[in-house]
């Protein structure tokens, strides 16, 4: 069993920070690409961050006031957010691209965690 659970999520006021974690758990062999995504209430799901290694592109809507990081040895990633605004008020997702062993295989899968809400009041 492999999975992914995001924490860290709040209410903040307009220029406020909020730093959130993601910890994978599980037979992970390695991980690859993260991913942390955010969806609003009836739109669509938006890209904030993708990392591979030691690359992260962000979205242009953060880019500047969100940093992806993780610590490889806990396994858990982090999204630290600066300077929010209402707009960014959604549900935020990460996602991650893992090599597990699941019984007496080996398998890449991808691993989406519940969410955290994240509201940014003006």
């Known amino acids: 069993q492999v999975q992914l659970v995001e924490s860290g999520g709040g209410l903040v006021q307009t220029g406020g920070s909020l730093r959130l974690s993601c910890v994978a758990s599980g037979t992970i062999i390695s991980i690859g690409q993260m991913d942390w995504y955010r969806q609003a209430p009836g739109e669509q799901r938006e890209l904030v961050a993708r990392?591979?290694?030691?690359?992260?592109n962000y979205a242009n809507s953060v880019k500047g006031r969100f940093t992806a990081s993780r610590d490889s040895a806990k396994d858990t990633y982090y999204l630290q957010m600066n300077s929010l605004k209402p707009e960014d008020t959604a549900v935020y997702y990460c996602n991650g691209d893992i090599l597990a062993k699941l019984g007496d295989s080996y398998r890449s899968i991808d691993v989406r965690g519940p969410g955290t809400q994240v509201t940014v009041s003006s």
């Open positions: 990392s591979f290694g030691d690359t992260t």
